[in-house]
Structure formats: C-alpha cells, structure tokens
T-cell receptor
Framework: GQQLNQSPQSMFIQEGEDVSMNCTSSSIFNTWLWYKQEPGEGPVLLIALYKAGELTSNGRLTAQFGITRKDSFLNISASIPSDVGIYFCAGHFSSGSRLTFGEGTQLTVNP | DAGVIQSPRHEVTEMGQEVTLRCKPISGHDYLFWYRQTMMRGLELLIYFNNNVPIDDSGMPEDRFSAKMPNASFSTLKIQPSEPRDSAVYFC?????????????FGPGTRLTVL
C-alpha cells in the first residue's frame, strides 16, 4: 500500500526560529495535506495542495507540493509557543481513494 | 456549525466490557470516517460510510469491532468485548465527498482506556 515517510519525528526549537518538515512517498500522490493536532484534540487542516509545484501560504505557514508528486514540505516561520503540536502530512493517492497519513512530527517550541 | 461532535471524550472500562463510541458529523457531509490513533501505528482508517452505507471496512481490526450509521447525523463504533490492546484515541471525521478537494474535518476524539 501507499506509505508516507515524515521527518523529522520530533523537533525542539527556540521561539522565533524557523521550522521545516517534509514528507516523502514511493508513490505519486494527487493531493498533499498538512494537519496540526494539539493535545486532546483532533487533527485540524492547515494547508491543502492540489497541483505539482504548487506553493501555498497560510499566515506563517508555507507548504509546497513537490514537482515529482512524491513529496511535500511544510515551513513555519518565526515560531511561537502556540505552534506546539503534532504536524501530520496526508495525501490522496488518487481521487476517491483513502487518505494516507504520515507518522507525524512532534514540535516543541521553547519560549 | 459546531463541527464534528464525539462522545464520550474519555472512556475507561474493564476488559470484556462493551464500549460504544458516538459521532455526529457536520451537517451536509455525506462521508463519515472512523480512525484509530496509537503511538505505535499512528492514524489508521477503520471504516468509512457514504450516505449512511459502509463503503470500506477493511481497516476494522477484527470481528469485535462494528460500526453503524442509522442516519445522516449519527454513527456508532462498538467494541465487544473490549481488550486492553484496544486502548487508543478514536476519531470520527466527515467530508462533503471523497478524495481530492473534499477534505476531512475531524472531531476531538474519544480516548479509550481498557484495563
């Protein structure tokens, strides 16, 4: 089946630093999504990418759909303490297929 | 809209007992998904429904698990009998459609502990 490899597994950074995390797959994905999960809550959609090469921003967050359609990255600029949480990449292998999730990146921001 | 609603938020039970988790999807969403999250296996899709009909239950771990959607605004996930290895957070999610452009919105989850 399709698998997503997400890295790094965890990050410990200082407030104000920029953050970068990525997701790769051995298969081509038609959609890349980035979710954030805070403690005790469900994942919340941050950014959705639908076209190879697409670069999309949402405030301090920027994500790109890799040109090969097998990878995506998420950048967070000028991190703040409320950025703490688990960030998941997810994707659709094809329209109508299940949503496949990466293993998640646990982000800790020290004030 | 209130978003996806799940109940209970926390459930602690003893091995062998029946557990029922409940979900109310976002109004107007035709798809409903049940996921399980554990440290070891991450987020796993258990089953999903389209217009109240189960479409793919291949993720349901075993016969002890069952899910129903009697109407468009309510679904249940039942575990009978429960076992300690069922301890996890169970999420319900819903969407307008399936696949590209129809993104899933998650509920807050039910944290299940089976002693």
């Amino acid at each position: 089946g399709q698998q997503l490899n997400q890295s790094p597994q965890s990050m410990f950074i200082q407030e104000g630093e920029d953050v970068s995390m990525n997701c790769t797959s051995s298969s081509i994905f038609n959609t890349w999504l980035w979710y954030k999960q805070e403690p005790g809550e469900g994942p919340v959609l941050l950014i959705a990418l639908y076209k190879a090469g697409e670069l999309t921003s949402n405030g301090r967050l920027t994500a790109q759909f890799g040109i090969t359609r097998k990878d995506s990255f998420l950048n967070i600029s000028a991190s703040i303490p409320s950025d703490v949480g688990i960030y998941f990449c997810a994707g659709h292998f094809s329209s109508g297929s299940r949503l496949t999730f990466g293993e998640g990146t646990q982000l800790t921001v020290n004030p | 809209d209130a978003g996806v609603i799940q109940s209970p938020r926390h459930e602690v039970t003893e091995m062998g007992q029946e557990v029922t988790l409940r979900c109310k999807p976002i109004s107007g969403h035709d798809y409903l998904f049940w996921y399980r999250q554990t440290m070891m296996r991450g987020l796993e899709l258990l089953i999903y429904f389209n217009n109240n009909v189960p479409i793919d239950d291949s993720g349901m771990p075993e016969d002890r698990f069952s899910a129903k959607m009697p109407n468009a605004s309510f679904s249940t996930l039942k575990i009978q009998p429960s076992e300690p290895r069922d301890s996890a957070v169970y999420f319900c999610a819903s969407s307008y459609g399936q696949g590209v452009g129809n993104e899933q919105f998650f509920g807050p989850g039910t944290r299940l502990t089976v002693l």
